[in-house]
T-cell receptor, first 114, second 116 residues
Framework: DAKTTQPPSMDCAEGRAANLPCNHS???????VYWYRQIHSQGPQYIIHGLKNNETNEMASLIITEDRKSSTLILPHATLRDTAVYYC???????????????FGKGTKLSVIP | GAVVSQHPSRVICKSGTSVKIECRSLDFQATTMFWYRQFPKQSLMLMAT?????????EQGVEKDKFLINHASLTLSTLTVTSAHPEDSSFYIC????????????FGPGTRLTVT
């Protein structure tokens, strides 16, 4: 799976949009971009994933550049409960045993400030 | 839906003893379960992958005789830390993939192990 690069930390004011960038310049054509987050002392939580098109769900929006070398996770109205470490993960589709594995990098620690 | 539980949430044990951690998928059948370990201020590291009814596949550097994994049913996997030492103190997290459908892994809330 391709490697990702994220800033180690970001701050965001409560109520404002939080835009978390991720670089994945070596992404392959069939690899998806996944986002998870981990609130302190809890297990990771799935947020969203996408291949080429922008995606939106009740939690967030995912914007993938046309060349797919980078993406941005957008939390439209950040709250204090969104303070967490956000992980951007690139992975290929299922192709046999073991390929469901997720490789976590260091992620971005997002602090939402009152 | 897609809830994964872990038990216990916290455990303290003495050095040399064994500890069992359970991971359950509550509302779906999990063909594959994963066990991760996370040290303070570090990211999750995959320890092993277990498929129901077969032996677990361990990542390089993870001792299979020390970290015993059993995945006897489609809703339960257990991790036993044998002869625990203080350096085994960590946050252990499991995840489960549904038997059918998507790639998404659903994570448990984690188990904090402290070995004294």
């Amino acid at each position: 799976d391709a490697k990702t690069t994220q800033p180690p930390s970001m701050d965001c004011a409560e109520g404002r949009a939080a835009n978390l960038p991720c670089n994945h310049s070596t992404i392959s054509g069939n690899e998806y971009v996944y986002w998870y987050r981990q609130i302190h002392s809890q297990g990771p939580q799935y947020i969203i994933h996408g291949l080429k098109n922008n995606e939106t769900n009740e939690m967030a929006s995912l914007i993938i550049t046309e060349d797919r070398k980078s993406s941005t996770l957008i939390l439209p109205h950040a709250t204090l409960r969104d303070t967490a470490v956000y992980y951007c993960i690139v992975r290929a589709p299922y192709s046999g045993a073991g390929s469901y594995q997720l490789t976590f990098g260091k992620g971005t620690k997002l602090s939402v400030i009152p | 839906g897609a809830v994964v539980s872990q038990h216990p949430s916290r455990v303290i044990c003495k050095s040399g003893t064994s500890v069992k951690i359970e991971c359950r998928s509550l509302d779906f059948q999990a063909t594959t379960m994963f066990w991760y370990r996370q040290f303070p201020k570090q990211s999750l590291m995959l320890m092993a992958t277990s498929n129901e009814g077969s032996k677990a596949t361990y990542e390089q550097g993870v001792e299979k005789d020390k970290f015993l994994i059993n995945h006897a049913s489609l809703t339960l996997s257990t991790l036993t830390v044998t002869s625990a030492h203080p350096e085994d103190s960590s946050f252990y997290i499991c995840s489960a993939r549904a038997r059918q459908g998507s790639y998404e892994q659903y994570f448990g809330p984690g188990t904090r192990l402290t070995v004294t």
